[in-house]
């Protein structure tokens, strides 16, 4: 895999309303591998933590739908989880977490450009108008004598 390639999934470059969605697809693959991660802790007995599993479930389902709303609480749901995660070192949960982080900051940055970009006009092209051309003029011709 490319440097380049990895770069622009943890960076990607938005120019259009189809790449801004493709950042926003980030959050709800963010949310999934949350999900998946959090099933230990949920199986275990931690029944706090369903609650912030379903929120952020929530939230990547919609980010993708582009709200961003939904793409700012999936980002904040994340932030604790990067913070309690700091004083571990570094181990799987910090990066985990400064990984689905770092997507959920994509995915807000694609739902509010799609969004510019979706309410940006196209751009219309210019016409020239011309004035209109005099009419041709018909001279009567004298018709041939024989």
């Known amino acids: 895999m490319d440097f380049k390639n990895i770069l622009e999934f943890f960076w990607p470059t938005i120019h259009d309303a189809e790449s801004a969605k493709k950042a926003a697809d980030q959050g709800f693959l963010a949310a999934m591998l949350y999900v998946f991660l959090a099933l230990t802790p949920i199986l275990s007995g931690e029944v706090a933590?369903?609650?912030?599993?379903i929120v952020v479930a929530l939230a990547g389902y919609f980010a993708k739908r582009m709200w961003r709303t939904a793409a700012i609480v999936g980002l904040v749901m994340m932030g604790p989880e990067l913070v309690f995660a700091l004083p571990g070192g570094v181990s799987f949960r910090l990066a985990s977490a400064a990984i689905l982080t770092l997507m959920f900051v994509n995915a807000t940055r694609?739902?509010?450009l799609y969004h510019r970009y979706a309410?940006?006009?196209?751009?219309?092209?210019t016409v020239e108008i011309l004035p209109p051309?005099?009419?041709?003029?018909?001279?009567?011709?004298?018709?041939?004598?024989?």
């Open 119 to 125: 309410q940006a006009k196209p751009a219309q092209p």
């Open 49 to 53: 933590k369903i609650f912030d599993v």
């Open 110 to 112: 694609g739902c509010f």
């Open 133 to 146: 051309e005099p009419p041709p003029t018909q001279e009567k011709e004298n018709p041939p004598q024989a």
